[in-house]
């Protein structure tokens, strides 16, 4: 599942519950930061990621000013995947994905052209953005279960965060320092043995 979102520290908390709800749904998550190939452009592994990947969650919420100029990353890149679903041929045609803003409707000022798509709004609130990413991703999932309730997932995942410091030591690591697939390595383990 290819997720398209603010990096930043003021959305960080977002992307890691964005990130574990994904996880604990079922899905493996990837993510432009899974690579670190300064050889490679780093729009070529966007672009690799979205062939990759059937589905995505595309957090639109960071369309700021940065300076004098606008910040659209994640805009691009939604567009990228749409294009992809649209124009491609076989299983590729068939990608799926949600749309995170951080209010409803805020979107249509800058990027109007998506007007009509179900747009989700997370308030910038992590627990809100994983309740919203699960309420989607229970369409998608192909388990005979549908996946954990948002409640139910939502404290799962805060078990998780306060058990990362002493997972991320378990593992020779820092859980302030840890990198994207660390981290989502040390989930998946935690994951595993807790649905065991």
């Known amino acids: ?25 079922g899905f493996a998550p990837r993510c432009a930061l899974e690579f670190d190939d300064a050889g490679q452009v780093r729009l070529e592994k966007i672009r690799d990621l ?13 369309m700021g000013l940065d300076g004098d100029l606008p910040r659209f990353n994640m805009p691009f890149e939604l567009g ?16 799926s994905c949600t749309i995170l803003d951080a209010e409803p409707f805020r979107y249509q000022r800058a990027l109007s052209d998506i007007a009509g798509q179900d747009i989700r709004a997370h308030q910038l609130d992590p627990q809100t953005a994983s ?31 306060d058990a990362l410091p002493e997972l991320a030591q ?9 990198t994207f697939r660390e981290r ?13």
């Open 131 to 161: 309740a919203q990413v699960r309420d989607w991703l229970s369409h998608h999932v192909r388990a005979s279960l549908p996946p954990l309730g948002a409640a139910n997932l939502w404290a799962l995942y805060l078990d998780f965060e």
């Open 1 to 25: 599942m290819f997720i398209n979102a603010p990096f930043s520290a003021d959305r960080r908390a977002i992307f890691d519950a964005v990130t574990f709800t994904v996880q604990a749904c």
């Open 184 to 196: 989502r390595y040390i989930a998946t383990e935690w994951l595993k043995r807790r649905f065991a």
């Open 80 to 95: 990228l995947f749409l294009g992809a679903a649209h124009f491609a041929e076989g299983w590729s045609r068939r990608k």
């Open 170 to 178: 378990a593992n020779g690591l820092i859980s302030d320092d840890l």
């Open 50 to 62: 979205i062939r990759d990947c059937h589905l995505g969650v595309h957090d639109i919420s960071f």
